[in-house]
């Protein structure tokens, strides 16, 4: 039998002049970067918070608190690997991440498929198990209008129920 756990994410970040701008753990090269204390991946925050939250071991705020000054300029690839670690000795799985990513710019359909991929390295997972969407808000709100990037994730973890006997 199996235990599966669903776990829901969200980050936003505004854009920042001189900063890079990361991903799903991948640069952007020539595009304005991301307002935070670490590097500000706000699609790989927001894979944290469900894989955190599916688990009921927190968020990332608690773990990674912007007042340490270990997590400046933090790799956020890092983190999600930290947290994948922190999983699988807890027992869980991921099954499957399911992603979207809101913003007028930049255009994630060209780096899409090398997002899914890194996502998948990093948990060690196929990329079929891996989705991720970019959409436009239409130029409602803060991300409609440019001034940065929301994103949301939705994670499910499994966890076989050791036999008794």
């Not at 970067?33 to 944290?48: C, K, P, W």
């Not at 994103?151 to 966890?159: K, M, S």
């Given at each position: 039998?199996?235990?599966?756990?669903?776990?829901?994410?969200?980050?936003?970040?505004?854009f920042e002049p001189g900063r890079r701008l990361?991903?799903?753990?991948?640069?952007?090269?020539?595009?304005?970067?991301?307002?935070?204390?670490?590097?500000?991946?706000?699609?790989?925050?927001?894979?944290?918070?469900?894989?955190?939250?599916?688990?009921?071991?927190?968020?990332?705020?608690?773990?990674?608190?912007?007042?340490?000054?270990?997590?400046?300029?933090?790799?956020?690839?890092?983190?999600?690997?930290?947290?994948?670690r922190d999983l699988a000795a807890a027992g869980?799985?991921?099954?499957?991440?399911?992603?979207?990513?809101?913003?007028?710019?930049?255009?994630?359909?060209?780096?899409?498929?090398?997002?899914?991929?890194?996502?998948?390295?990093?948990?060690?997972?196929?990329?079929s198990a891996v989705s991720v969407k970019g959409?436009?808000?239409?130029?409602?709100?803060?991300?409609?209008?440019?001034?940065?990037?929301?994103?949301?994730?939705?994670?499910?973890?499994?966890?076989?129920?050791?036999?008794?006997?």
């Amino acid at each position: 039998m199996n235990n599966f756990r669903i776990g829901y994410g969200y980050d936003s970040h505004r854009f920042e002049p001189g900063r890079r701008l990361v991903l799903g753990g991948v640069e952007f090269p020539g595009e304005t970067g991301l307002r935070g204390h670490s590097d500000a991946d706000a699609l790989l925050h927001a894979v944290i918070d469900a894989l955190l939250g599916a688990a009921a071991m927190g968020d990332i705020g608690a773990r990674y608190p912007d007042t340490d000054l270990r997590w400046k300029d933090a790799d956020s690839a890092a983190l999600l690997a930290d947290v994948a670690r922190d999983l699988a000795a807890a027992g869980w799985s991921v099954a499957n991440i399911d992603a979207t990513v809101i913003c007028e710019r930049p255009k994630l359909r060209p780096k899409v498929d090398a997002i899914r991929a890194r996502i998948a390295e990093i948990l060690g997972l196929d990329a079929s198990a891996v989705s991720v969407k970019g959409k436009t808000n239409e130029g409602m709100d803060a991300a409609g209008a440019g001034l940065g990037v929301v994103c949301h994730a939705v994670a499910l973890l499994t966890r076989k129920e050791q036999d008794e006997h």
